[in-house]
């Protein structure tokens, strides 16, 4: 490609090879500057003169355009994956950093690369941006909801994405998570999430419950709180197969931990399970059980009403009735 583009000087010819690292690994401009005894300046001009000339002949490449074509086809990618890619094609000893060199100085579309998560991420020349946006947003909602749909992931992005491309775009992350109903969560936050702090709750009071009832729980809680759509049952199905934590068989659901309720429940939720316990299975009238949290247990009757509509352990059983769920 060199000579074909016109650099045939042998100072030229030396500075871009050592630079673009096609003889062992890029080498810095002081270095090289050293072995020829110029400046690191000189070194820079003569490197950027190569580039002009390089770029202007346009040199044909069938190789080079090859391994763009094969990163762009997959970005974004892990930097890490590219040496695998492209040995999987027959193009050794080249990865993300010598690829892009390469790309730039013969003028053909590079990258962006974007750390995501710790990982390298690489996107093709003007997705960094997006990529990152679309992570931090998924982020903010996992921590919040635990699962989110595309729909509302793309209400709070401003980059003009559809929703195939936000797919794709977390897709090309394994930290994300995608379940039955058109929902996604992430790995990483899914413990700080409220979705998981409603399922230790759950499972703190029942080591065992129906599917239905779960989701009973967590829609109270999700629809009471945070004014959100309640949750599909496939998505809830999809995401106990899919994490180790829970064992699924059946329609009967267990966490494979033990919980404590004093570890997870608060103090109005603890002294409403109180109140249930001693009711001996029995379901209480809504006043009733305010009463007995209010008066027994020390509740404000604020909070007494609060939790007793709101709690994911409380389930309602018929008309202006509660009991403790499962």
């Keep these: 490609m060199l000579t074909r583009a016109g650099v045939t000087d042998p100072v030229q010819r030396d500075v871009v090879i050592r630079r673009l690292g096609l003889r062992g690994r890029p080498m810095t401009l002081k270095a090289i500057g050293a072995r020829h005894a110029y400046s690191k300046q000189r070194i820079q001009q003569i490197e950027a003169e190569a580039a002009r000339v390089a770029r202007s002949a346009e040199p044909a490449s069938p190789l080079l355009d090859k391994a763009l ?26 990865d993300y950093e010598r690829l892009t060199r390469i790309a730039d100085f013969f003028g053909r579309p590079g990258f962006d690369v974007q750390v ?30 635990g699962l ?6 793309k209400e709070k992005l401003d980059e003009g994405l ?7 775009l977390l897709g090309s992350l394994d930290n994300y998570r995608f379940v039955d109903g058109g929902m996604i969560y992430s790995r990483r936050l899914l413990a700080r999430s409220s979705l998981m702090l409603n399922l ?9 419950l129906p599917l239905e009832d779960v ?3 967590l829609n109270r809680a999700r629809r009471q709180r945070h004014r959100k759509a309640p949750l599909p049952l496939s998505a809830l199905r999809s995401l106990f197969e899919q994490e180790p934590g829970f064992r699924l068989r059946e329609n009967m659901v267990s966490c494979n ?5 004093e570890a997870v429940l608060c103090s109005s939720e603890l002294g409403l399970l109180r109140v249930f316990e001693d009711a001996h299975g029995e379901t209480l009238s809504f ?33 202006g009735r509660y009991a403790l769920r499962g």
């Design 69 to 94: 074509k094969l990163v762009r086809e997959r970005a974004p990618m892990s930097a890490v994956g590219v040496p695998q890619l492209l040995q999987a094609h027959n193009i050794h000893a080249i």
């Design 116 to 145: 995501i998560l710790g990982n390298r991420m690489v996107c093709a020349r003007g997705h960094g941006e997006a990529l990152r946006a679309v992570t931090e947003c998924a982020e903010r909602l996992c921590s919040r909801f």
């Design 148 to 153: 989110f749909t595309l729909s509302q992931l």
């Design 162 to 168: 559809s929703l195939d491309q936000i797919r794709e």
């Design 200 to 208: 230790r709750k759950v499972f703190a009071v029942r080591s065992a």
């Design 215 to 217: 989701l009973d729980g």
């Design 257 to 261: 931990r033990r919980l404590r309720a």
């Design 287 to 319: 006043e009733d059980a305010v009463h007995k949290a209010s008066r027994r247990r020390g509740l404000s009757r604020e909070a007494a009403v609060y939790y007793l509509q709101h709690s994911p352990i409380i389930k309602k059983q018929g008309r």
